[in-house]
C-alpha cells in the first residue's frame, strides 16, 4: 500500500501543551521535527511525511495530496484528537477504501476510545509503530498484527501487545527522511540555532515524574539507546546533507541519563566541529557538563519545573533545588547556554508556591525559559490522581482557539489563576532591566540577531494578548 505520514492541519496558533503533538506555535514560532514518523517512512519505498502544520498547509492542499495514497498514519494526541478524527472523516469521504491509523500517546492508552471517538479510523497502534505499519503495507492482515487495535465490523478487536524495540539501531536514520520529505528551512525553535535538526539517540527514560506523558504511555520507563557508533555515523550523514545546519539537537527526554555515554559522544563530536544541545535534568555532573562543553554542546535544555522542593517531591521528580543551583552555576561557569523548562499547576500549587518559582527562575537566570501549564493526559499517574482527587473540571486540554487550558483546580488556587500566571511568570522574568540590557547587547551590531529578536518580540506580545482574549471568549474552559 502506498502510505502516507502526516500530521494534520492545526489551529492556526496551537498552543496544546508539553506532550501534545510536536507542532505548537506557543509563544514565539516553534515547530519540532516528526521523529516518530520518520523511522516507518524510512522503510518503505514510495511513502511520504507530510507536516501540514509546519508547512502551512490547510485542509485543503493537504486532501488534495492524500489522493495519491491509500494508507494514512495520522499522529495524534489528546489535544488535537477532535481536528485529527476530523481531518480522518474527510479522508474517508473522498476514498471510502482508504485505511487510516491513528498513532501517537492517546491512542496507546485508549485505543478502544479513540476508536469510537474517530469512526473513520480503521485501527490504531498501541505504543511504538515503526514496524507495524511496514507490516501493514506490505499487506500483512490486522489479525496477524501485534500492537494494534482495529474494527472488526462493529467490534473492536484488541491485539496481543508488541514488544518494545531494543535494537535501536535498526533502524533508519530520521535525517535521511528528513531529507527526502521535508524542508529544514521550516522547523524552528528560537532557542536553537538556525537552521536545526534534531532526533534521538535512545528512547524512553528511567525517571518517575509522574506528570511526563512519554514514559508513562509511549516510550517506556527505561532508556534504551543506540549505539554510539550509529549516532556518530547519523551526525556525519547530517552535516554533509545539510552543509548550511548550524545546529545539532539531540532530542531524547535525557541525554544524559547515561553520562558515561554521553561523555563518550561528546569526544566524537568534538573533532566534526558541531554546534549541539540536547535536553537534561538538573542531576547532570560538571565533570558530564564539561566533556559536553568541550565536545561542541552550546545549549542545554533542563526541566527546572518549578522551585517549591515539596511540589518536586509530590510530582517524583528525583532532584531537588540545591541540585537545580549548582546543575546552573556549572552551566553559567562553562559557558552553557541554559534554556529552562517551568510548569506551573503541578500538585501542592499555591499562591505562593507560584511567587517562588517566579523568584527561583529568576535567580537561576537562564538565557531563556518556557512556561507551561500542568496538562494530566490520560495515562499518566498525574492525571489518575486528579480523577481520584476531583481536580479536573473538564476534558477539553485546549480552548476551542487552540489554546492550552488549565483544566484543574486545587483548593488553594484556582485554574483561572494558573491560567494567568503563565503570563505573569514571562513578564516577571523577560521584563528584568538585566534581561533587557543582555538581551539589547547582544543584539548590537548584529541586524540578523535584531531582526530575530524583533520578529519574536511581536509573536510574544501576540500570544499573550490572544490567550487573554480566549480567556475572555471561552470561560468555561478556563474555570470550574
Known sequence: MKTLFLNPPSFEDFDGGAGSRYQATREVRSFWYPTWLAYPAGMLPGSRILDAPASGLGVPESLEITKDYNLFVLYTSTPSLGNDSAFAAKIKERDKSALVCFVGPHPSVLPEETLKAAPAVDFVV????????????????????????YRDGDNIVHNPDRELIHDLDSLPFATEIYKRDLDCREYEIPWI????????????????CIYCLWPQTYS??????????NVIEEVKYALKAYPDVKEIFFDDDNFC?????????????????????CNSKVSTKYETLKAMKDGGMRVIMVG??????????????????????TFTKNCRDLGITVHGAFVLGLPGETRETVENTIKFACE??????????????????????????GYINLDSLVSEKGYQSCVINYPAISSEEIFMAVEKFYKKFYYRPKYVIKVLRKALGNKDEMKRIYREAKEFYGFLAKRREALKAEPKAFKG
Open 126 to 149: 498501541r505504543g511504538e509503530f515503526d514496524y507495524v505499519i511496514p507490516e501493514i503495507a506490505g499487506g500483512a492482515s490486522l489479525s496477524d498484527v501485534k500492537g494494534i487495535s
Open 193 to 208: 540555532q538556525y537552521p536545526y535538526l534534531s532526533f534521538y539517540t535512545g528512547r524512553g527514560c528511567s525517571s518517575k
Open 220 to 229: 517506556g520507563n527505561s532508556y534504551r539507546t543506540r549505539s554510539v557508533k
Open 257 to 277: 541519563e547515561d553520562q558515561p555515554r554521553a561523555i563518550e559522544i561528546a569526544k566524537l563530536l568534538k573533532p566534526l566541529g558541531i554546534s549541539w544541545g
Open 304 to 325: 527546572y519545573e518549578t522551585g517549591d522542593q515539596n511540589i518536586l517531591n509530590n510530582v517524583r521528580k528525583g532532584t531537588t533545588i540545591e541540585q537545580a543551583k
Open 364 to 389: 537561576m537566570d537562564p538565557e531563556t525559559i518556557q512556561v507551561s501549564l500542568a496538562s494530566p493526559y490520560p495515562g499518566t499517574k498525574f492525571f489518575d490522581m486528579c480523577v481520584k482527587e
